[in-house]
């Protein structure tokens, strides 16, 4: 199925997890904050979110510096 991930086409699996997405695409869960068809969702909650065809996420990303 297809999803639009920071407005790219992005194939998953039927019943990828979100936090499945984010291992796929090499991102550290703890560090990343997803809006779910414009609804922030709680990182407690990305293992059971399953994603559905046409969704539209944004990753957005916390990198430390220093």
Known sequence: ???????????VPEGCTLHQLLLQLQLDPDTVVVECDKQ?????DYEGTVLAEGQNLELIRFVGGG
């Open 40 to 44: 922030v969702v709680k990182r407690n």
């Open 1 to 11: 199925m297809v999803i639009i991930c920071n407005g790219k086409e992005q194939k």
